[in-house]
C-alpha cells in the first residue's frame, strides 16, 4: 500500500448465484436443442451460428467475471475486463464515487447495490466488483476511497452544482434511450404474436419485415425522439 494507503484492487469474491447460472445453461441448451432438431426449419448454418454465438458469449461473461477487476492506485482509477484494461480517470478528474442502487432491485448477479465513479463532465462509469453482494459494507470502502483519493489530490470532493446538472441531464438520456429500447421490445413482442394470428387467420400472408423489423424500429425511433426531447428540458 503507497503513502496515501490508494493501492487496492477489487476483484469476484464470492460464488455466483444460481440465477446467473441457469440464464447461462438456458443460454446454451437452447441453441443446442435447436441444432439437433432435425425437423427444426431453419437451415443448418443458422442454427451453428446461434450455438457458436451462444458459446462465445458464455466464454466472454465467464472470462470477464474471471479477470474482471476495478483498480485503484495513485494515479487514478482503472477497470479491467475480459482481454482489456482502461484508465477510467486520474484523481483530479474524479468528480465523485457513489454507491447507489439498481431500480429494478437485485439483478441477475445478486447484486442490489453499484459503484459508480463520477467524472467532471457528468459522465458516469460503473466499477466492477464494488458492491453488496462482494463486499460487507460498500459504502464505508467506498468512503475511504475517497478519504484517500482527497489527501492524494490535495482537495476534497465536494458537491458542484454545474455538474450535478451535467450529472442529472446525462442520466435522463441514459435512461431515455433504455426506456426507448424497452418499448421497442415490447413492440416488438406485441407484433409478433400479432404476426402468428395473422399467419392462420388472414387470406394474405402477413409481412414479417414489416411486424418484426419496421414498426419496432419505428417505435425505437418516436420513442427515443420523445424522451430525449424532454430529457433536454430538464434544468
Known amino acids: 500500500m503507497d503513502t496515501f494507503g490508494i493501492e487496492r484492487e477489487y476483484g469476484r469474491r464470492r460464488r455466483l448465484p444460481g440465477r446467473f447460472l441457469f440464464l447461462m445453461g438456458c443460454l446454451l441448451l437452447n441453441p443446442l436443442f435447436r441444432l439437433a ?33 476495478t ?3 495513485a494515479d487514478g482509477i482503472s477497470v479491467r475486463g475480459a482481454f482489456t484494461e482502461r484508465r477510467l480517470a486520474a484523481w483530479h478528474d474524479v468528480y465523485d464515487l457513489r454507491v447507489e442502487p439498481l431500480p429494478r432491485g437485485a439483478n441477475y448477479m445478486g447484486q442490489n447495490f453499484v459503484t459508480y465513479l463520477y467524472r467532471d463532465n457528468g459522465h458516469r462509469h460503473a466499477l466492477p466488483h464494488i458492491d ?7 459504502w464505508t470502502e467506498v468512503a475511504g476511497l475517497l478519504e484517500a483519493g482527497a489527501r492524494h489530490r ?6 458542484r452544482p454545474a455538474v450535478e446538472t451535467l450529472i442529472r441531464r446525462r442520466t435522463a438520456h441514459t435512461k431515455a434511450w433504455v426506456r426507448a429500447a424497452t418499448g421497442a421490445l415490447i413492440t416488438f413482442g406485441c407484433d409478433f404474436l400479432l404476426w402468428v ?3 392462420f387467420t388472414a ?3 402477413p409481412s414479417m419485415l414489416l411486424y418484426l423489423l419496421y414498426i419496432p424500429l419505428a417505435a425505437f425511433v418516436l ?3 420523445l424522451l430525449h426531447r424532454r430529457a433536454r428540458r430538464l434544468p
Open 71 to 73: 483498480l485503484v492506485t
Open 197 to 199: 394470428v395473422l399467419m
Open 203 to 205: 387470406d394474405d400472408e
Open 223 to 225: 420513442l427515443a425522439a
Open 37 to 69: 432438431d432435425s425437423s427444426n426449419s431453419l437451415p443448418l448454418w443458422v442454427r451453428v451460428a446461434f450455438l457458436l454465438a451462444a458459446v462465445l458469449m458464455i466464454g466472454w461473461m465467464t472470462l470477464r467475471l474471471r479477470r474482471g477487476r
Open 132 to 138: 453488496d453482494r462482494q463486499l460487507v459494507d460498500p
Open 154 to 159: 490535495g482537495a476534497a470532493f465536494e458537491p
